[in-house]
T-cell receptor
Framework: EADIYQTPRYLVIGTGKKITLECSQT?????MYWYQQDPGMELHLIHY???????EKGDLSSESTVSRIRTEHFPLTLESARPSHTSQYLC???????????FGDGTRLSIL | EDQVTQSPEALRLQEGESSSLNCSYT??????LFWYRQDPGKGPEFLFT???AGEEKEKERLKATLTKKESFLHITAPKPEDSATYLC????????????FGKGTMLLVSP
């Protein structure tokens, strides 16, 4: 059973604030991902990592940044939040390439 | 560019009324097709992986099949607890490729 945790689950915050969304997994997976999901729309990949000190941008342009200093931790940061950043952010991890991605329950972010 | 199209967008069934969800895809070299279930306020939950045309997987009332152009998720005698959004995703190209998701089918099963 996959164990991947995201905090906070919900965040309502004002424009211009710096935000960090946390994602941790306990399976020792090398590969981790961040997706953005709006209601009724597909998941869009915004960042991914193949291991410590490895980060790549995904298909959807995002003003967020990520870091991967430890295998189990993959935080996403918005330096200055804007209303356009309002969305649900989902984190996922996987082991080998023939294994599925396992998802956390997401952070629903609202920027006022 | 990889593309995944799911239909219908929404489906309402009576309890016990079997049906199928469709996932059409266009990719360069399919390495895997994944089905997920997503409940409101939750992350996607993995259901099946299919790797090659002709492959089938089953789990309780769900059965997934794969052809060279599409996949079907068959739901037999659904129950209200099967209500969820069902997502399809493909992994294509090299082993380092990422997943491309469809928009999902929202299924509502009424008692």
């Amino acid at each position: 059973e996959a164990d991947i945790y995201q905090t906070p689950r919900y965040l309502v915050i004002g424009t211009g604030k710096k935000i960090t969304l946390e994602c941790s997994q306990t399976m020792g997976h090398d590969k981790m991902y961040w997706y953005q999901q709006d209601p009724g729309m597909e998941l869009h990949l915004i960042h991914y990592s193949y291991g410590v000190n490895s980060t790549e941008k995904g298909d959807l342009s995002s003003e967020s940044t990520v870091s991967r200093i430890r295998t189990e931790h993959f935080p996403l940061t918005l330096e200055s939040a804007r209303p356009s950043h309002t969305s649900q952010y989902l984190c996922a991890s996987r082991g080998s390439w023939n294994q599925p991605q396992h998802f956390g329950d997401g952070t629903r972010l609202s920027i006022l | 560019e990889d593309q995944v199209t799911q239909s219908p967008e929404a489906l309402r069934l009576q309890e016990g009324e079997s049906s199928s969800l469709n996932c059409s895809y266009t990719v360069s070299g399919l390495r895997g097709l994944f089905w997920y279930r997503q409940d409101p306020g939750k992350g996607p939950e993995f259901l099946f992986t299919l790797y090659s045309a002709g492959e089938e997987k089953e789990k309780e009332r769900l059965k997934a099949t794969l052809t060279k152009k599409e996949s079907f998720l068959h739901i037999t005698a659904p129950k209200p607890e099967d209500s969820a959004t069902y997502l399809c995703a493909v992994q294509a190209g090299s082993g380092y490729s990422t997943l491309t998701f469809g928009k999902g089918t929202m299924l509502l099963v009424s008692p």
